[in-house]
């Protein structure tokens, strides 16, 4: 059998793919896999963008009301000359163009948020990356928010973090980049972002934090604002000044790194000791109470938009003239204060012996007593009768010595009760002396007004409601109704004139008597201040001599009703003045700012004029809303005869000058001051009306729940010298003005006294009560009526005395 063999062809040569190793194929295809799978997702991406582009763009809150930017502004009220007295809003803010921002303000912004604002379109990639990087290799973070990220975040969205809040936030950012201009970003930036210490914008912190406008900010004032949008809480130099000093340092580097400034600059900014603004500021303006008035005023006007829409009051006040009858006020009552029996200490709590404990537990004590201007809370560390070791809240020592401590020796004897004896632990109040030494003192319970306005317009010059607003918001001005007491005469005696008495007119300062049938009520025989009686005297002497038998003589023959009506044309109601004779000696009830309207009409020759305080209201862009001008004199606004209210000013004159108010001449040494003191009986009230021709003044003493100030306590002592210590400084500089130059028509001199001409001598009424040293029953000593009975209801008021 033959054997066949199968015929075998070439050989086949391998193909390249199939001599491709093995890992190769692998690679090649994860490569192809991976690329098609990152090519979907960018492609999902992509869907997903378009998708929430065309779902969230249309749902984009419209910014167009941007390109005229009107955040939330307070009201905010300023004296005549522009400085901030009050600011009431939700925000503390205070819009100010881009213009006016300095620019190392703006360079501290951008060195600190985003040195790259002017160069990218909103969304800074590089910055982006470079944060990336820096996260990677930093233990702390770095973020990539822009300036314009930061706006749309503040102004539109809410502080949730979510990935739709950050894609409306990108969003929002294109769309401002599109409507506005860089500048107009920032503007907004600049006004809106929060900085701490409720101050909205850097306009805002400035003030708030250094009491100082932008344009006087530093290089490393401006840093420390800079560094606080991040964390306005944690990097407040008020609560935590390491970590602040520690952000403006990264400021201020960033601000070398961007060429803004240079090192030199750097390293003189690092080394500025930094003074933040103290609420307790002694050179702030203090007029809370005029504040708060002006809030009523506009709150009444315009509702609860007055706190948002960014109102700019304007006043009549003079910050001079407010900063010295704040002093002279606060001064009045604390030296008052000083002869008054010592209380005791405000709290006592127990103190440890280590050093750390102690000063916690000093921190803990004066939480509740901080310190009230000058009149400064310390806790008593030792305390003996000849010295008394204390310290502040803020460390600072307080050694009490000699006259020092002479306000509350009765707390420092041995044989003090519990709750008055000064020892370790109590909690005082203590104040520095001109001498720059210690001395203990207590926050007073008596209270004062003071006001001042110019008697020729009624323009308001300076208002201090009280001793202190924190204290009691109670504005004594307007709202405290009084007894004027002898302040009050001068307007009976005007009433006088008209009815034929003269400055020369002889009244017996004799005593008097009135049963009770004809008081209607208690028997009642009126004295004068220290009980004694001087005989017949001239009106004008007994007014020097504040009087008080010559001043119901004089309303006696008058007639109470008449009287009455009269002191309406000084602004004074009907209703709080009774017709009865007590009347005379300031038995009704006034506030301080009616006793101002009143004398003003003596100052300015006998017209009535309105007090006002605003002057001008503009809104946030400063367009003018309200623009009072000064009221002229003229006839329609005339209370009484011009010739009567020049014979009152030479009869107040003479009170100045040689009466229960000659230490006003004898002060300010110039002859053209005109006033009345008053106090009133059981010294309730102390007071000291009183003008000079371009300022009428006003102050009062006395308690929120009337009591004795005390016996020897007078208007001359106590209220005349805040008049006083202010006209020092309001009428400094101004020229004498000496009425008797320019006497007005109606009137003549005779014998160096003046008279109406048809009451001249033999015309007018010569004396009154002369014939009569005894307390005859009143017809017979005026021939007039006796006035109504007062019913029962009026017997407290009919038997309440007066003096000075």
Not at 17 to 32: A, D, E, G, H, I
Not at 575 to 587: C, D, T, V
Not at 713 to 719: A, D, P, Q, R, V
Request: with cysteine; net charge neutral.
């Amino acid at each position: 059998m033959q054997e066949t063999s199968s015929p075998k062809g070439p050989a086949k040569t391998p193909s390249p793919k199939s001599q491709r190793p093995t890992w190769l194929k692998w690679l090649l295809r994860f490569f192809f896999w991976g690329f098609g799978i990152a090519a979907a997702g960018v492609l999902a991406v992509l869907c997903v963008v378009a998708v929430a582009l065309a779902v969230a763009y249309p749902n984009l809150p419209d910014i167009s009301e941007l390109s005229d930017y009107r955040p939330k502004l307070p009201l905010r009220v300023f004296s005549a000359e522009g400085t901030l007295i009050g600011e009431f809003g939700e925000e503390r803010r205070n819009l100010t163009p881009i213009s006016a921002i300095p620019k190392v303000v703006k360079d501290a912004v951008l060195a600190a948020e985003d040195s790259r604002f002017y160069d990218h379109g909103g969304v800074d990639y590089k910055g982006m990356v470079r944060a990336g990087l820096a996260n990677m290799n930093r233990v702390k973070s770095q973020g990539a928010s822009t300036i314009t990220m930061q706006v749309a975040r503040n102004v539109y969205l809410s502080s949730e973090k979510t990935l739709t809040r950050k894609i409306y936030e990108v969003l929002l950012t294109f769309k401002l980049e599109h409507l506005l201009t860089k500048d107009q970003i920032f503007e907004i930036y600049l006004n809106q972002i929060y900085l701490g210490n409720r101050a909205y914008g850097f306009a805002a912190a400035s003030e708030a934090y250094f009491g100082k406008p932008l344009q006087d900010l530093t290089i490393a004032q401006a840093a420390m604002l800079a560094g606080l949008p991040k964390a306005p809480g944690a990097n407040n130099p008020v609560n935590n000044p390491q970590r602040a000093r520690g952000r403006q340092f990264y400021v201020i580097d960033r601000m070398q790194e961007a060429g803004f400034i240079t090192a030199e600059q750097a390293a003189e900014a690092k080394k500025e000791e930094l003074h933040l603004r103290d609420a307790a500021d002694p050179n702030r303006l203090h007029a809370e109470y005029v504040a708060e008035t002006v809030r009523q005023l506009m709150y009444a006007q315009y509702g609860d938009s007055t706190y948002t829409r960014g109102l700019k009051v304007y006043t009549s006040l003079v910050a001079a003239d407010q900063a010295a009858a704040y002093k002279a006020l606060r001064k009045g009552i604390m030296d008052y204060e000083r002869r008054q029996i010592y209380r005791g200490p405000e709290k006592f709590v127990d103190l440890p012996n280590d050093a750390k404990d102690l000063d916690e537990a000093v921190d803990d004590a004066l939480n509740d007593h901080p310190d009230n201007g000058d009149v400064m809370a310390a806790v008593v560390l030792k305390a003996t009768p000849k010295q008394i070791d204390a310290v502040r809240g803020n460390g600072d020592p307080v050694q009490i010595t000699g006259e020092g401590l002479k306000p509350a020796q009765s707390g420092l004897s041995d044989k003090a009760p519990p709750n008055i004896k000064i020892r370790r632990g109590a909690v005082i109040r203590v104040v520095k002396t001109p001498k720059n030494t210690w001395e203990i003192t207590q926050l007073p319970e008596v209270e004062g007004a003071f006001v001042a306005m110019d008697p020729r317009d009624g323009a308001i010059k300076a208002l201090v409601g009280g001793f202190d607003f924190g204290k009691n918001k109670f504005n004594h001005v307007t709202q405290a109704w009084r007894q004027p007491g002898s302040s009050f005469k001068p307007f009976i005696y005007s009433a006088a004139l008209e009815k034929g008495f003269t400055p020369a007119t002889v009244i017996n300062d004799g005593p008097l008597f009135f049963d009770a049938g004809t008081t209607g009520g208690q028997p009642w025989e009126p004295k004068n201040y220290g009980g004694g009686y001087d005989g017949p005297m001239s009106m004008r002497t007994a007014l020097m001599k504040s009087k008080n038998l010559v001043s119901i003589r004089i309303l006696q023959s008058i007639g109470t009703r008449y009287a009455q009506e009269w002191i309406t044309n000084f602004g004074f109601d009907k209703e709080k003045h009774p017709a009865y004779l007590p009347m005379a000696l300031g038995a009704g009830s006034v506030t301080p700012m009616q006793m101002a309207v009143g004398y003003s009409v003596f100052a300015n020759g006998g017209y009535r004029v309105n007090p006002y305080l605003v002057t001008r209201i503009t809104d946030h862009k400063d367009k003018v809303l309200v623009d009072k001008q000064p009221s002229v004199l003229n006839e329609a606004n005339r209370a009484i005869p011009q010739r009567n209210a020049f014979i009152m000013d030479t009869l107040l004159q003479s009170v100045a000058r040689a009466g229960t108010a000659a230490k006003a001449q004898a002060t300010l040494k110039r002859p053209d001051l005109y006033g009345k003191t008053g106090t009133t009986n059981d010294s309730l009230d102390a007071w000291f009306a009183g003008f000079q021709p371009t300022m009428t003044a006003i102050s009062w003493i006395g308690y929120d729940t009337p009591r004795n100030l005390g016996d020897r306590e007078t208007g001359g002592g106590l209220s005349l010298p805040i008049w006083i210590a202010y006209m020092e400084t309001a009428i400094k500089g101004i020229p004498v003005t000496d009425i008797a130059t320019a006497p007005p028509s109606g009137i003549v001199n005779v014998g160096g006294e003046w008279y109406y001409d048809d009451y001249a001598p033999g015309r007018g009424v010569a004396s009154l009560g002369v014939e009569s040293a005894t307390a005859a029953p009143v017809e017979a000593l005026t021939g007039a009526p006796v006035s109504p009975p007062a019913p029962p209801e009026e017997r407290n008021r009919i038997l309440d005395l007066f003096r000075n």
